[in-house]
């Protein structure tokens, strides 16, 4: 009896199985499986040999004992096998019995997937020579294809080892597609060799230091990171912003902009110039040449705010004449479809921000970031038109938003913020449950800006442990998604971001990490007359842009820094 109270702590916690994204069906069985080092993995395919690789390096990590691969199967006490069966991509089957350890899937996909379920059972266990699993039975299957996560690093950026971090939290928690918004106002990320000057002067400063010295990734740089998703079933889409946000393109290339107006210098591109297409058409074959996702993000977003920089050039209003445009609108539906062709012509589809559903554009081959909560029209417009669509709401999926009302850098919506929970329930009850079971709904994306963001420490606290929410929201069907539930696995997860020395917002305890806060917020005092007649009045949380004020009346995106459109993400 003294020997089984000894042991009854380790026990119990052999026996907490805890995985986030919850999968569909969790049944525990009886006795545990003993890992060590002895431990064979093998497989009935040799096309799973990089799965077996990958496994062997993460228990190595995260164990310390170096496990054998073996093709031969007959030895495996871990055993890999490919099946015909009819599943949704992602799907995978993991049995755990005390003598083997048995993951099935009809694809490589769902194999990786099974593994990483089996990882994240391993983190929560003690280490020693022996690793005790509990045994159960998981079948689990993707609620969503699109499990998407979006990095701005024209703002601020943060280079290859951070991003190889991330894409390694994305492969925890099964996200599969890592947008990568490469350009803006503030600095050229990506290296085109046809036109050097886009990084040696476009990727000059930063949104917060203009004169910070050129940052950007080399080609090589991308190789590498795209080869390092592709191992672990990630996506990497990059986003080309155009024919807005073009700044920094046209601080490298001047004769490419479109023109300036108060607040916005040379925020487009030039349409009444031919030799624009051309070099955007170069830009996207190089780029093309770097991501094999088979599709690229052209953005398309706010062009209205530096559009009347276009009215009155005498080339701008020579072509709306020979074309019969009516409106600086269809000269900007004109250039994006051109663009638009561009892509489809190196057999890519066209990704962008909801504003380009106005574009007569080829449902097969277009895909719409809805990030607009406030103009659900614009949703149902793409919906209309067929094209398939991803769902990223500021509200709840921005989070360079504040997760909670005692925080004071980063944004709100008329005093809303993007709590971890919030995340968790996306999507909402309203959202009818067959147009989230269409085809047409590939699934969920969060975004991060990076206008507040400036530091490791910070974009860690605005990303974790949001991302875990996220991952369940984008894998698990609400029928099966239990908050108290998650909330508890949650807790486990934080000793693991504690060993990664990762700087994340404790729900639970907020005093136990403070905000990170990279820029003080300016707060503008009330006038004496104000303080007396306007007690309602809310100081805004930034005083460079709009992107800090809690009116519904100024819907900014953050990509922007303007103070009066209303089409900001």
Known sequence: ?????????????????????????????NGLFQLNSNTIIGMNSNSLLPQAHYLQKELQKTTGMFIEVDPNEVKALIDLQLVKRDELPGSYTLKIEPNKIIITSSGNEGIFYGLVSLLQMLKTQPVGAIVNIPACEINDAPRFQWRGFMLDESRHFFGKEKVKQLLDWMTFYKLNKFHWHLTDVDGWRIEIKKYPKLTSIGGIGNKTDSLAEAKYYTQADIKEIVAYAADRFITVIPEIDMPGHATAANRAYPEYSGGSINKYPNFTFDPANEMTYQFLADILKETNSLFPAGMIHLGGDEVALGIQAWAGKPAIMDMMAKNRFTSLADLEHYFFRRMADTVIGMNDKILCWDEAAETDLPADKTIVFWWRQNVPSQLQLA?????????????????????????????????????????????????????????????????????????E????????????????????????????????????????????????????DLSMHPEAIDFAPKIIKPSIREKHHKRGHKSKLNGRHTKGNHTKAKQHHPKASGKRKTKHH
């Not at 009896?1 to 995985?19: E, G, K, R």
């Not at 269409?438 to 963001?453: R, Y």
């Not at 974009?459 to 442990?465: A, Y």
Request: aromatic share 16%; proline share 6%; glycine share 4%.
């Open 383 to 455: 919906l209309q038109k067929k094209y398939q669509v991803v769902l990223c709401p500021r509200l709840p999926l921005y989070f360079d938003f504040v997760q909670d009302k005692s925080h004071v850098s980063g944004r709100k919506w008329v005093g809303t913020f993007n709590s971890v929970s919030s995340v968790y329930n996306f999507p909402y009850k309203e959202f009818p449950a067959d147009q989230l079971q269409s085809g047409q709904i590939l699934g969920i994306q969060a975004n991060i800006w990076t206008e507040l963001v400036g530091s």
């Open 457 to 508: 420490k910070r974009l860690d606290f605005m990303i974790f442990p949001r991302m875990a929410a996220l991952s369940e929201a984008a894998w698990t069907d609400s029928a099966n998604k239990d908050e108290n539930s998650f909330n508890e696995r949650l807790r486990s997860d934080f000793v693991l971001y504690d060993k990664a020395g990762i700087y994340y917002f404790n729900p639970f």
């Open 1 to 29: 009896m003294l020997i089984l109270f000894l042991f009854f702590p380790f026990f119990l916690s052999a026996q907490n199985i805890s995985i986030i994204p919850l999968p569909k069906s969790i049944v525990k069985t």
